[in-house]
């Protein structure tokens, strides 16, 4: 069939977008434009995931203000032409929502499926339809544990129009997954397509693995050599617009003018910026990264900035990164410290007002001349204060603040339940130390300071430090142990040094192993009989999640004191059940050793995590390398001069700790933490973990491909793919594949897949059941039936064709409406086929070309009359959407509007941006319409011999 602009074609795998227009056919790719759902997609020519939208004589068309019925069809120039009566539609100018079913005439002559596939269809129709509509869509297979404060930042923040946010969460507490949540369920709901995620170059590769292996969203990483790639082949193509998700260092982009502005203008749904707090302003000046990202904000409506870096070390910094957020609102530095000082006075109050302390007269003055116009709350503030007032209070003053629309913190003492750290750190005695190995030790402080680390000799066979590692092994036998070093050069020597002097199983994790790799290195750590002594490089612990251990080995210190802090964030997170053991040596008299007294008496970073430690860095960093270079000479004076370095950075540390506590917006902290309706998304996760009959229902639905399953575990499966019936399986490409439905599991095992609706290979094996036949047309012998009885039961699907950024499915999905009618075009929705009948009819032999004109001569009508009764049943669903979108959206409409009176943090685009979602969900939802998908015809045995 030749290809032609204006073909029309729906997608077999997302009929919901409606009817599509061939735009354009660019060497072996095609275009097809889904104007209505707003979607444009491109697809390989020769295996396009779509059909022709041919209509035939005896159906109905509509388009230009009209409908009519097919009753003449030409083709002119590779178009086809219907004409009905006096009426004529070219198929370019047809309605993108169309009745296209084949069912029936699959039933007709006679190529039906057993009757039990027809079942296991509707049942999938429904599945869809429930999971589509739940609040956790898109993140129901997310490895990620169901932590109340990030559920709570996640589920706000995707439902916010639009969204433009600040995660500042303090470090560890898991700002990445937040924004990963956000991400996944913003791209499986439709509202973001095209995304963007800017990072410092050290953490790129961190993002990546960690959307992919949570989130299961393949990103592209771009750099210069990618863009140089794609301009090459396509000199005039902005390398940008190339993919729709793309990860790239904010270094790489603002060091280059040209690459700045095709990103800039290559569109986007979404920017997300991690490490915010490098982006460098002042009133007067702001570097190339922030200038970027300045205009990224300007022209893409979602922006999301994260930062742990508290507001009280630097309110231009703070006042810099809102303004990126909503310029209009922080437009002017001084009037925002003005602002932001008068929030001082209520967040004490309010911090008052949560621990259930006694306001006093001052505070009741503050909260009147605050709160008294509101005539409820000047009647709390003139009576008694119990808990009940006291929480009234504090929404009013939630409600008020200033950056709670904007920024989420949440703190570790907030939020609890980390373990305690405990330091078992140890001094070897450096005068046992030759000459060599001094100048080796000092060789790798050098090298370890440096961002890429050179390659320098390891002499790790006679090392000291081996003997105080092994020995701390063999002593706690039981223990696993995770040991971090600075580079992948250090795992290498470490383990070849290991496997030679001592028996112990041993497995390494770096950034030169593939992923597989190091699944399998990290599953056999985790495994109880497997590796008691993980090896892993800087690079290649980042992300990932060891707490099923507690004790973590530092084999060298990094500088940075967030290195440090990431490194034992590996182990110290949430959910933890141990004390974190952190073991640490250095010789005494060595540039190490002063490193490891800084960190321990300076900034206690082995106790604590010091939420300044970037800052303390900055302040004394220089000095510090100097100073442990002196130290490790012997120089004289060396010692005094370190110990008075590390007494300053510990009275620093100390007045920033109390600057930053005294300094804490305790409202913005309990806005975080004390959002109504926001228990949605942890319910929905836990009832999806919890529904072992969706666990069964996945693996029916892998044997109708022919993918085999045993049990490996309590809700882990290998799958075998070894009968695979289809090369368009997603999935299982190499071989047998482990999976697993417990999230527990997939929490410790990263390489299994958690197997959810929303995963890939689950997602995509329903859209390639439901885009095929398989099971849309049976026939059914019911001997249970009265004589002489026939029935038609028809599956339609309630289909609302819209711009996907709506994200309908949340009010209607696609919805299976199931219609059953008699001979006599009377309802029979009561009935249900038993499950003995239906086993008995795979083994009724039925010569179905006898009853052709039998059926040709009942389907007819009782489809047209089935066909009515689905619309009337559509108009019910339609209803109940409405309501629900009523509900929702316009009682948060309402709640915007007298919140925007007393809360000059919400943005008119806010209340606009509702307003335009209730006019286009209110105008869309309507024009839904039933579509036929699947039908059956259903008769007693002796109705047989009336053909």
């Known amino acids: 069939m030749a290809l032609v602009p204006g073909q029309r074609y729906i997608s077999n795998a997302e009929p919901e977008l409606g ?58 120039e590779g178009l086809l032409v219907y004409h009905g009566g006096s009426k004529t539609l070219n198929e370019a100018e047809l309605d993108d929502t169309q009745a296209i079913s084949r069912a029936d005439e699959r039933l007709i002559s006679g190529r039906v499926d057993r009757a039990d596939r027809f079942d296991f269809r509707q049942e999938a129709l429904l599945r869809r339809a429930r999971a589509l509509r739940s609040p956790a869509w898109g993140l129901e297979s997310a490895r990620v544990d169901l932590i109340a404060h990030q559920l709570r930042v996640a589920e706000i923040a995707a439902a916010r129009q639009p969204l433009r946010i600040l995660l500042a969460d303090e470090v560890g507490l898991g700002k990445t997954i937040e924004a990963g949540m956000i991400l996944a369920r913003l791209l499986a709901s439709g509202r973001a397509g095209r995304v963007l995620v800017l990072l410092p170059e050290s953490l790129v590769y961190q993002w990546f693995v960690e959307l992919l292996r949570r989130f299961n969203l393949q990103f592209s990483l771009f750099d210069e050599e990618r863009c140089e790639s794609i301009e090459t082949s396509d000199p005039g193509r902005n390398p940008f617009q190339d993919e729709q998700l793309i990860i790239a260092s904010i270094g790489f982009l603002s060091g280059s003018t040209k690459r700045a502005t095709q990103v800039a203008e290559a569109g986007w749904d979404l920017v997300i910026v991690d490490e915010a707090h490098h982006l460098a302003w002042t009133p007067d000046s702001a570097s190339a990264e922030y200038a970027l990202v300045e205009i990224l904000a300007a022209r893409t409506a979602g922006l999301i900035l994260l930062t742990a870096t508290p507001e009280q070390l630097g309110r231009s910094g703070h006042f810099a990164r809102l303004r990126l957020l909503d310029p209009a609102r922080y437009h002017d530095l001084d009037s925002y410290v003005a602002e932001a000082d008068g929030y001082a006075d209520l967040s004490a109050i309010a911090g008052r007002l949560s621990d259930g302390e006694t306001l006093s007269t001052g505070d009741v003055e503050e909260l009147s001349r605050r709160l008294g116009e509101d005539p409820q709350l000047a009647s709390l503030l003139a009576g008694p204060m119990n808990a009940a007032a006291s929480n009234t209070l504090l929404d009013a003053l939630i409600d008020r603040h200033g950056t709670g629309r904007v920024m989420f913190r949440n703190r570790r003492a907030q939020v609890g339940g980390f373990p305690h750290r405990v330091p078992k750190l140890v001094t070897l005695d450096g005068s046992e130390l030759d000459d060599a190995q001094r100048q080796h030790l000092l060789a790798e402080f050098h090298a370890d300071l440096q961002s890429k680390a050179p390659e320098i000799e390891l002499p790790y066979a006679n090392d000291p430090r081996l003997t105080w590692l092994l020995g701390m092994v063999d002593q706690l036998a039981a223990e696993k142990f995770l040991l971090i070093c600075r580079s992948q050069a250090k795992v290498l020597a470490l383990e070849e040094v290991l496997r030679t002097r001592s028996g112990i199983k041993v497995a390494r994790f770096h950034e030169g192993m593939s992923l597989l790799q190091r699944d399998r290195n990290a599953a056999y750590f985790a495994d109880a009989d497997g590796a008691r002594l993980l090896l892993c490089s800087e690079i290649g612990s980042e992300g990932r999640n060891f707490q099923f251990a507690h004790h973590l080995v530092l084999w060298d210190l990094p500088l940075d004191p967030d290195l440090l802090e990431q490194r034992i964030g590996r182990l110290d997170r949430i959910g933890q059940k141990h004390d974190i053991i952190v073991h640490a040596c250095a010789f005494s008299g060595t540039a190490q050793h002063a490193l490891l007294r800084w960190y321990d008496i300076g900034l206690d970073a082995f106790r604590g995590s010091p939420s300044d430690g970037r800052e303390l860095l900055k302040r004394y960093g220089e000095r510090l390398v100097a100073l442990a270079e002196q130290h490790a000479h012997g120089g004289e004076d060396a010692d005094s001069e370190l110990d008075a370095l590390i007494g300053e950075s510990r009275a620093t540390h100390e ?62 499966v290998v799958l075998d793919p070894e009968y695979l019936s289809t090369d368009g399986f997603p999935g299982l490409k190499d071989g047998p ?55 038609l039961e028809c599956i339609f699907v309630l289909t609302c064709v819209a711009d996907r950024k709506l994200a309908i499915e949340r009010y209607l999905p696609p919805l299976p409406l199931r219609i059953v009618v008699d001979t006599r075009l009377l309802p029979r929705h009561d009935y249900q086929p038993g499950a003995e009948c239906v086993k008995r009819s795979t083994e009724r032999a039925i010569e179905y070309s006898r009853y052709r004109k039998l059926l040709t001569k009942l389907v007819k009508p009782m489809l047209a009359h089935a066909e009515t009764l689905a619309r009337e049943r559509a108009q019910i669903e339609i209803g109940a959407a409405l309501k629900s979108i009523e509900r929702e959206l316009g009682d948060e409409h309402a709640r915007l509007v007298a919140l925007a009176r007393v809360n000059p943090a919400v943005r008119a685009e806010e209340i606009e941006a509702i307003d335009a979602e209730l006019e286009a969900l209110r105008t869309a939802i309507p024009q839904a319409a039933p579509r036929l998908d699947a039908v059956r015809f259903i008769c007693s045995a002796d109705f047989l011999n009336l053909a």
């Open 737 to 791: 594949q482990q999976v697993t439905f417990d999230r527990g599991i997939a929490l410790a095992r990263e390489d299994l897949p958690l197997l959810r609706m929303d995963h890939p290979m689950v997602s995509g094996a329903i859209d390639l059941l439901l885009e095929g036949e398989h099971g849309n047309a049976s026939f059914l012998v019911d001997d249970g039936q009265p004589a002489r009885t026939a029935l």
């Open 655 to 716: 007045e920033l700790s109390a600057l930053v506590n005294a300094g804490r917006d305790r409202l913005l902290e309990l806005a975080s933490a004390r959002q109504t309706n926001s228990d949605r998304l942890r319910r929905a996760l836990a009832d999806a973990d919890a529904d072992a009959e969706n666990d069964e229902f996945i693996l029916r639905m892998f044997e109708q491909f022919g993918i085999e399953n045993e049990e490996h575990a309590p809700r882990t």
């Open 19 to 76: 009817l599509g227009t061939l735009i354009r056919i660019e060497g072996r790719s095609v275009q097809v434009l889904y104007a209505t759902a707003g979607v444009l997609r491109q697809y390989a020519a020769h295996s396009a995931p779509i059909a022709r939208a041919e209509f035939r004589i005896g159906q109905k068309v509509a388009g230009k203000g009209i409908s009519f019925t097919i009753d003449r069809i030409d083709e002119e």
